[in-house]
């Protein structure tokens, strides 16, 4: 049990550093589309997300949990579709914690984008613990 508890507490370290990668890929392009280019807040945070949500699948399908890959009960491409689709609670809980912080409350968009996206953080590690990269012991 200490074996499973201690691997646990691993992945969880190890989706924190890629979470906070995803931070930096989300923010990143958040800002070149809406701060650079002018593209709408209501448009701009999709891309972001989406952008983020694949740069976060990579690193923790070949990371985070690599070390169940040889035994995973799915293909990449079949663990990409679960992940996006896994991620979709964690990023609607971002996109409509921005667009609610940003037009309601008059948060600056990118500190409400940070708001968002540490809301959807626990419910996505959950998700890709028990469902996208679960192994089939």
Same mark, same amino acid.
Request: hydrophobic share 55%; charged share 10%.
């Given at each position: #049990? *200490?074996?499973? *508890?201690?691997?646990?507490?691993?992945? $969880?370290?190890? $989706?924190?550093? &890629?979470?906070?990668?995803?931070?930096? &890929?989300? @923010?990143?392009?958040?800002?070149?589309?809406?701060?650079?280019?002018?593209?709408?807040?209501?448009?701009?945070?999709? $891309?972001?997300?989406?952008?983020?949500?694949?740069?976060?699948?990579?690193? %923790? %399908?070949?990371? @985070?949990?690599?070390?169940?890959?040889?035994?995973?009960?799915?293909?990449? $491409?079949?663990?990409?579709?679960? !992940?996006?689709?896994?991620?979709?609670?964690?990023?609607?809980?971002?996109?409509?914690?921005?667009?609610?912080?940003?037009?309601?409350? *008059?948060? !600056? !968009?990118?500190?409400?984008?940070?708001?968002?996206?540490?809301?959807? #953080? &626990?419910?996505?590690?959950?998700?890709?613990?028990?469902?996208?990269?679960?192994?089939? *012991?």
């Amino acid at each position: #049990m *200490d074996r499973i *508890d201690k691997n646990f507490i691993i992945r $969880f370290i190890k $989706f924190g550093i &890629v979470g906070t990668s995803g931070i930096a &890929v989300n @923010t990143s392009v958040l800002w070149l589309l809406k701060g650079v280019l002018g593209v709408p807040l209501a448009i701009a945070p999709i $891309f972001a997300i989406g952008t983020a949500v694949f740069s976060n699948f990579l690193l %923790n %399908n070949y990371w @985070t949990w690599n070390e169940n890959k040889h035994i995973r009960k799915h293909s990449f $491409f079949h663990g990409l579709w679960r !992940y996006y689709l896994s991620a979709s609670l964690g990023a609607l809980i971002n996109y409509v914690t921005l667009l609610l912080l940003t037009n309601v409350f *008059d948060i !600056y !968009y990118l500190i409400a984008n940070l708001a968002g996206i540490f809301l959807g #953080m &626990v419910s996505n590690f959950m998700f890709g613990e028990f469902w996208v990269f679960k192994s089939e *012991d």
